[in-house]
Structures are given as C-alpha cells and as structure tokens.
C-alpha cells in the first residue's frame, strides 16, 4: 500500500445497540428517518400505535423491525413495547429511543452512545437547552421550561430538558423499567423512576430540527401542565 494512503477505518460495530422508534400517523418522513437512522445502527425497531395512515407500509420499505398495535394506545405504550422487543433480542446491550418526526439527530445519538458505552452513565438524556440553540418554539420552551420549574423529580435530578425523547439506555436499566403511561406523560413517568432509582444519570446537549412538519405536531403548554397532572394523580393514587 502507498505510503500516502491510509487505511480505511472499520465501521464501528453497533451490534449491541438497538433504536426504538414510536410512530403515529408519520407515513409522510418515517421511512427517510429509519432510513437514516440505519446508515448507522443496523438495529431498529420501529412501534406503529395503531396509524390510521401507511405509515406501517412505509416503515416495511426501510428494513427496519415492524412491530404493530391494533390500536393507538400512545407513545409511553410504543416505547414500552419496542423496548421490550428490543431486550429479547440477543446481544442486546444499549437501547436508543428516537422520535419518528425528524426532529432528532443520528450524530447526537452516537455522541450519546458514546457516554453510555464509556461507563460514565446509566442513562444519557438530550437536552436542547445545553446549547446555544435559539430556535426552539416559545410555546415549546414554555412547555418545557414549566415542566421542569413543576416537577420535583426534575430538580433532584437537576435536569434541563426533562422531556426530550431522545435517550440512551443501558439494558439493566430497561430490564429494571416499566413504562405504564400510555400517553406523554410517560416522558415524566420516567424521570420520576430514574429520580428514585440508583442509575447515574448524564445530560448532554444535543439539538433539535424544528421542521414546519415538526412544529405542527407540538404540544401546547395546556398539554404540558395536563402531563404533570396526570403524573402527580397517578403517584397520590400510589401512595
């Protein structure tokens, strides 16, 4: 080999790593994101919730796993069952939830598998408020921002995005979890767990595509404050 060419670099083997997508009605950009998501994790799971679209068509044209619901059921659900698909497979080490709306990166996903993998953390959440990122929607950070000035667990965790979907988790944390929030309060459903729990616990900025298709699906700061709602009704009715 000339001495002026270098060897190529092996691609990382990912194996152990498995993404977990919830998909609803996004038959419009699911495939271009499980597309893109497999140019770099050879595993993927993708939860259709019971679409009344062709999302399920679209996702079989990626080469993505294909797990369905007959009916909706919400996003805490989806998680739930794609985690729980992705565990029973073997070798099955790191688990990455990922939105199906185009909203998330591949680069930061890696970046945060690569704190996982390091042993820094347990768990690695994103959080788009650890950088400089100025377009995140008002209502959005409104949302987000009472979220966590409302949520005790937040603050014990000292958290800035509690309610980002993008997550690494390592399998004796998905092993130990159990997602019963159907709908979106699930996302504080599950700080709530690592609040109580022993895992390490790492935020990492990461950022997020505000696309018009994204922006349309956002929740309003009602939905946001309902979510709180429901969580603190569930843990009175715990205690």
Not at 62 to 79: C, E, M, Y
Not at 216 to 228: D, E, P, R, T, Y
């Amino acid at each position: 080999m000339p001495e002026s060419q270098a060897a190529p670099v092996p691609a990382p083997d990912r194996g152990d790593v498995w993404v977990v997508v919830p998909v609803f009605n996004e038959a419009t950009v699911v495939a271009a994101v499980a597309s893109e998501i497999l140019q770099s994790f050879p595993n993927v799971v993708c939860v259709d919730d019971g679409s009344g679209d062709d999302s399920a068509a679209q996702i079989t044209t990626t080469g993505a796993h294909l797990v369905q619901h007959p009916i909706n059921l919400g996003q805490g659900a989806a998680l739930q069952t794609g985690l729980s698909y992705a565990k029973a497979r073997p070798g099955a080490r790191f688990f990455i939830t990922f939105d199906s709306d185009g909203q998330h990166r591949v680069e930061d996903a890696l970046a945060m598998l690569d704190v996982a993998r390091s042993g820094a953390a347990d768990v690695v959440l994103g959080s788009r408020f650890l950088t400089q990122q100025t377009d995140v929607p008002r209502v959005k950070r409104i949302v987000l921002r009472t979220v966590v000035a409302l949520s005790p667990t937040s603050r014990r965790l000292k958290l800035s995005d509690a309610h980002n979907g993008l997550r690494v988790l390592t399998k004796p944390v998905v092993d130990d979890l159990k997602i019963t929030m159907h709908d979106m309060a699930h996302a504080s459903e599950i700080i709530g767990y690592l609040a109580g729990s022993d895992w390490r616990v790492k935020e990492v900025p990461v950022t997020v595509n505000y696309t018009d298709y994204s922006r349309s699906k956002g929740q309003s700061l009602v939905n946001g404050v309902n979510i709180l709602f429901d969580l603190s009704m569930k843990q009175r009715r715990k205690g």
